[in-house]
């Protein structure tokens, strides 16, 4: 009896120790578990399982993707679900700690929300890691996706896949797998849960903290029928039979079982369809005390194959036995435990069985790469929180879907580098990440369109980078000579950083490396991409090194401030004056969208060529229609042309990225079959020149406020040009034939075939061929083939003249002291007779004030030493004043006219005289005007 006593005392002392530990165990099991419910408010304990669950808001923490769960039990009243959307995402990915070399399992679970249900097909992919796992298909009300993987990593990604639809969690839960050894600290492979059965469960499903390991033991019944045992079912038994050894499983799960005389079936006809490798592992416990070893005995058959025959639980002595097999099976499983008849007394049961599918680890992106891009992602997170572009960031860079913006290469050791970052157009500012030079495999960093500052950080001579692209950002500095070096660059463009030093350095080679040299133009398609490539071979030097350097300062504002005429107060006088003006404010830092037309269509658009609306040197100009009704006019490079290829590369090139309303825009552009072909809108009002003198103006007088606003709006497309993304564009061919009237008589000046790029300071070589055209060419510019904005001044001074005297810039049919109008005006502006010189339709017609001002400017433009010109924004300034003074007289003499009083031809003429620049003590160049006369390019 004492003994007996005692015996309970010592059970029960192992009982509480056992219990003790139990519970020390799973205490600690769940210290090391990451319990993870997505859109959770805060942080709970699950009174069901104790298990302390955490919200993903240091995940994700928009709540915007929060849903509540209605449905499909009451159970989740409460509960939500995080849905994924964003159009630059291509997986979402929850990242969590783990430690190299240990096991883990990791499982997330997706319910439905209500409006997940209500769209149509949802269904993506899970991965772990790199390696996918899984698939969730929105039309099953709960999916669990389980896997088992030793870790590689300090952490794990758990993503969530871009399919069909948004895709949705529920919750994730990461535990460490401790003492259990599915993989064997195996790396190559991860298992994918298709199974864990609690064989002859009929209630609860058991998970922790009866498992320690949360693994989630399911009382499966719809396994269990086969048609073949249904005479004869299978008996569900439990018992309280104990183990002294430690098991894999939980007793508990152990402890229910099927048993029958002859065979056991388990069919699962849900497996993957495809060939893919399985582990099966069975669980055993012999709980019938009287069964002795060789009593039962089975053979077992997987697929209809025998795989272990004569199996004894017994065999060893013990009264549990695991038994583990590997397998292939493509859809469908099929278990069967087969009574031995001849040596058995017993039927076959089983306990608990676990079905893994192996897939193997895909191996992620070169880890020094990922850690790069990480730490990119980090630099550029501080100054631009809440990017969207770096939101999407998520997970591995290139697998198993790539970062928005990357392109990734497979070629080193089956790992993908990162070969390729495009970030244009992304919004980003700061300084340009530092860490963005240790990508050691990449080829093309595209950086454009953003507000980037600061200076390039210095790429290591070991770097891969053959294009570099910098445009429309606001760096400083300069090109290091370790840029220029680098083996394999071949582009590099930096354009429009209108605070950048563009000085090249001594090494820079241009038969390696193209640049842009501040060209502005959009790269945007492969198309025009080519285009720039081509023209930049072709313009070579002629495009980019210019001989002599033009610093923009406005010698002749100066002189106008000084002589109260212009504004105190003015822009700064600094060399970089003209970057300041507020016109800057107006260009679209964006790639403009210019289509690529078939020949086809514009033949259809032409009606065939059929009718004619101008030649010019470039070619013909045709009138189309679109089909969507916009009427164009089709630019086609004649046939016969031999000069032509390089105005249209860069016509195509700045018209892609100038645009301005008084600036004609460019619709499109055809390059088939050697065609060279732009398309623009019709302007319904045709050109200024044949308004003022041409077979228009015999219809119907240009009235002189309507002139005055065509040229103010002209001045300012050339301002927008002049002062273009801080480098000036230069037409080239300013003229009355090339200022368009739209609809609406806003002027629009055409024709960019001979825009350049001024030439900077430091720009060397070559000088350039004279372009132009007679009558309106630059005299300076013609003698010394140094080209600056200020010939656009000359041009267009010859434009106002036009405007004023309704007369053609060069007339050889006139007397021989009229040929050339600026030749023939000049004396009488000198000599104030202004109305010597005013087109005789207007006469009375104009405020004496704003028609002055309008000659002054006229003869200031047309000086012929060029420094004493004034700038365009000069121009505009005094033409808006102008059209003020005008404007306001309007008003004046229609409130006049109301009151039956006189009409415009009794407003006084104010007597003005000239104040002209004091001539400039350098020695003129003075210009031989029959020379500038003699067209240099016939048109
Ligand atoms: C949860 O913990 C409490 C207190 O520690 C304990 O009383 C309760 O039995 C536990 N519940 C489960 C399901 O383990
Ligand atoms: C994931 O976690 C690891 C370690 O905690 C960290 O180094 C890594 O930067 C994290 N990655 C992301 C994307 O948060
Ligand atoms: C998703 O589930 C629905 C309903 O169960 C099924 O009809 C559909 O075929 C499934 N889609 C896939 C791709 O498995
Ligand atoms: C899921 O991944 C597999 C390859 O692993 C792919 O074939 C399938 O198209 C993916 N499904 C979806 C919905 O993304
Ligand atoms: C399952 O395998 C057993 C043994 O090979 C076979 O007798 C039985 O017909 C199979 N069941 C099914 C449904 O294929
Ligand atoms: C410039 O580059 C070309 C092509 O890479 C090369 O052939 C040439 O030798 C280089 N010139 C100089 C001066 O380095």
């Known amino acids: 009896m004492m003994g007996g006593f005692d015996s309970w005392i010592s059970r029960s002392v192992e009982c509480l120790i056992l219990s003790f530990f139990l519970l020390l165990q799973s205490t600690c099991a769940q210290q090391a578990f990451v319990s993870i419910r997505c859109c959770a408010e805060s942080t709970f304990t699950e009174p069901s399982t104790n298990i302390s669950w955490i919200p993903d808001d240091g995940w994700y923490s928009n709540t ?190 152990l402890q229910t079982a099927l048993n029958h005389s002859e065979r056991l079936e388990f069919l699962h006809n849900d497996l993957d369809i495809g060939e893919y490798n399985y582990n099966l592992s069975l669980y055993f416990l012999e709980f019938i005390e009287s069964v002795d070893t060789g009593q039962r005995v089975f053979d ?74 990480m730490k990119v992602k980090d630099e550029l997170l501080k100054k631009n929180q809440g990017n969207k572009v770096l939101g999407s960031w998520s997970g591995d860079p290139c697998l198993p879907l790539v970062w928005h913006g990357l392109i990734c290469n497979n070629s080193i050791n089956n790992s993908p580098v990162i070969t390729e970052l495009d970030l244009s157009s992304s919004g980003l500012q700061g300084s340009l990440p ?75 080679n241009s038969t390696k490396v193209t640049t842009d040299y501040g060209n502005c133009a959009d790269q945007g398609s492969s198309h025009s991409a080519q285009g720039i490539l081509i023209g930049t071979v072709a313009g070579g030097s002629f495009l980019f090194t210019i001989a002599v350097g033009i610093v923009f300062v406005c010698f002749y504002r100066q002189k106008l401030v000084a002589r109260g005429k212009f504004h105190e107060g003015g822009y700064p006088l600094t060399k970089n004056a003209v970057f300041s003006l507020p016109s800057i404010d ?105 308004r003022l003198y041409g077979e228009a103006a015999k219809r119907k007088t240009l009235d002189w406020p309507t002139r005055l606003s065509i040229a103010l709006g002209a001045a300012r497309g050339l301002t927008y040009l002049h002062t273009f993304a801080g480098r000036s564009v230069i037409h080239r061919d300013v003229k009355s034939s090339n200022i368009l009237m739209d609809h609406n008589m806003s002027a629009k000046v055409a024709d960019f075939g001979f825009s350049k790029y001024a030439p900077q300071e430091g720009d060397s070589g070559v000088s350039l061929e004279v372009r132009g055209t007679a009558g309106y060419l630059d005299p300076e510019y013609y003698s010394t083939q140094h080209l600056s904005a200020k010939s656009d001044v000359f041009s267009y001074g010859v434009v106002l003249l036009e405007i004023i005297s309704g007369r053609e810039p060069l007339n050889i049919h006139r007397p021989r002291n009229e040929w050339s109008l600026v030749e023939w005006a000049k004396p009488y502006i000198r000599d104030s007779k202004i109305e010597e010189i005013v087109d005789p339709s207007i006469k009375g017609g104009y405020h004496a004030e704003a028609m002055w001002r309008v000659v002054e400017v006229a003869l200031a433009c047309i000086e012929p030493y ?74």
């Open 300 to 373: 077992i058959y997987i697929n209809n194959v025998r795989k272990q025959p004569d199996f004894d639980i017994m065999a060893d002595g013990s009264k549990y036995r695991e038994a583990a097999f590997r397998f292939t099976a493509n859809g469908s499983f099929n278990l069967t435990l087969v009574k031995v008849s001849d040596k058995s007394l017993f039927g076959p049961i089983c306990n608990a069985y676990e079905i893994l599918q192996v897939r193997p680890w895909v191996q992620e992106t070169n880890g020094e790469d990922v850690n790069v891009i």
């Open 434 to 508: 530092a860490s963005i030079v240790k990508l050691a495999y990449l080829e093309k960093l595209k950086l454009s369109d953003n507000k980037f500052t600061g200076v390039i950080p210095e790429f290591p001579a070991s770097s891969m980078l053959i294009s570099l692209d910098l445009r429309h950002n606001d760096l400083m500095g300069k090109i290091q000579e370790s840029l220029i070096s680098l083996p394999q660059l071949a582009m590099l463009c930096f354009g429009c950083n209108p605070h950048f030093d563009r000085e090249l350095p001594s090494n820079f």
């Open 586 to 690: 107006d260009i679209v830092f964006k790639s403009i969208d210019i289509q690529n037309f078939t020949l086809e269509y514009i033949e259809i658009a032409t009606n065939k060529y059929k009718t004619l609306i101008g030649e010019g040197g470039f070619g013909s100009v045709y009138r189309g229609t679109l089909p969507d009704g916009q009427e164009v006019a089709v630019k086609v490079r004649s046939a016969t042309s031999t000069q032509g290829t390089r105005e249209f590369e860069n016509e195509l090139n700045l018209l892609s990225a100038i645009q301005h309303e008084n600036l004609v825009p460019l619709l499109g552009y055809c390059c088939e079959y050697d065609q060279q072909i732009l398309v623009y809108p019709f302007m319904s009002n045709g050109s200024l020149q044949d």
């Open 64 to 253: 915007l993707g929060c849903q509540n769960i209605n449905k499909p039990v009451e159970n989740y009243q409460g509960d939500k679900i995080r849905i994924f959307k964003g159009d630059l995402a291509k997986k979402w990915c929850y990242n969590l700690s783990t430690t190299k070399g240990h096991e883990y399992l990791i499982r997330g679970t997706f319910l439905f929300g209500d409006s997940v249900r209500t769209s149509l097909a949802i269904l993506f992919n899970v991965s772990i890691g790199v390696t996918p796992i899984g698939l969730v298909n929105g039309s099953d009300d709960s999916v669990e996706v389980e896997g088992v993987f030793t870790a590689r990593n300090h952490h794990i990604d758990f993503c969530l896949l871009k399919g069909t639809g948004d895709p949705y969690i529920y919750k994730l839960e990461l535990r460490p797998l401790n003492v259990l050894k599915y993989l064997q600290g195996g790396t190559s492979s991860v298992l994918k849960l298709v199974k864990r059965v609690d064989v002859g469960n009929t209630g609860e499903d058991i998970r922790y903290p009866v498992d320690p390991n949360d693994r989630i033991w399911k009382a499966e019944s719809s396994s269990i029928p086969s048609s073949l045992l249904e005479k004869t079912p299978p008996n569900p038994i439990s018992s309280s039979a104990n183990v002294s050894i430690t098991t894999a499983v939980p007793l508990q799960v």
């Open 866 to 939: 060029s420094a004493y010109r004034p700038c365009m924004v000069d121009i505009v300034r005094e033409l808006e004043d102008a059209l003020i003074i005008e404007n306001n007289a309007s008003e004046y003499m229609k409130s006049i006219d109301s009151f039956g009083g006189s009409n415009r031809f009794s407003i006084e003429k104010i007597e003005r005289k000239v104040v002209l620049p004091p001539t400039p003590t350098l020695t003129d160049p003075s210009p031989d005007i029959l020379q500038a006369l003699t067209p240099p390019q016939p048109r």
